[in-house]
C-alpha cells in the first residue's frame, strides 16, 4: 500500500506563511488535505486531482493553494494569511474517501 509521509509544517506567527509536502510512496490520484485540532474532529481543507483541478474548504478558500508533482508523487498546501484557528496536525490522504493509512502528520502552530 501506498505509505504518506507529510512534512514543513512549525511555527508561524499570524498572517504569515507555511508549505506543507506530502510524499507518497507510490502512484496517487485525488488527493486531500486533512487537519486535526487539539480536541476537534479531523476535517477536509483541500483536494487536488492529476489534472490539477482543486477544491477548497470554505474557511480556506482563498488563502490555502494545493499543487502536486504527479512525476514525483508529491502533494503540496500552500498556506498564506495564517489564522491561530489553523493551528492543528495537517495530514495528506486520498479524497473523498480516505484510502490510505494515514502518515504521522505535520504540526502547524500559528501564534496570535
Known amino acids: 500500500q501506498v505509505q504518506l509521509v507529510e512534512s514543513g509544517g512549525g511555527l508561524v506567527q499570524a498572517g504569515g506563511s507555511l508549505t506543507l509536502s506530502c510524499a507518497a510512496s507510490?502512484?496517487?490520484?485525488?488527493m486531500g488535505w486533512y487537519r486535526q485540532a487539539p480536541g476537534k474532529q479531523r476535517e477536509w481543507v483541500a483536494a487536488?486531482?492529476?489534472?490539477?483541478?482543486?477544491n477548497y474548504a470554505d474557511s480556506v478558500k482563498g488563502r490555502f493553494t494545493a499543487s502536486r508533482d504527479n512525476v514525483m508523487n508529491l502533494v503540496y498546501l500552500r498556506m498564506n494569511s495564517l489564522k491561530p484557528e489553523d493551528t492543528a496536525v495537517y495530514y495528506c490522504?486520498?479524497?473523498?474517501?480516505?484510502?490510505?493509512?494515514w502518515g504521522q502528520g505535520t504540526q502547524v502552530t500559528v501564534s496570535s
Open positions: 490522504n486520498s479524497w473523498p474517501t480516505t484510502k490510505l493509512a
Open positions: 507510490g502512484r496517487i490520484d485525488t
Open positions: 487536488i486531482t492529476r489534472g490539477g483541478n482543486t
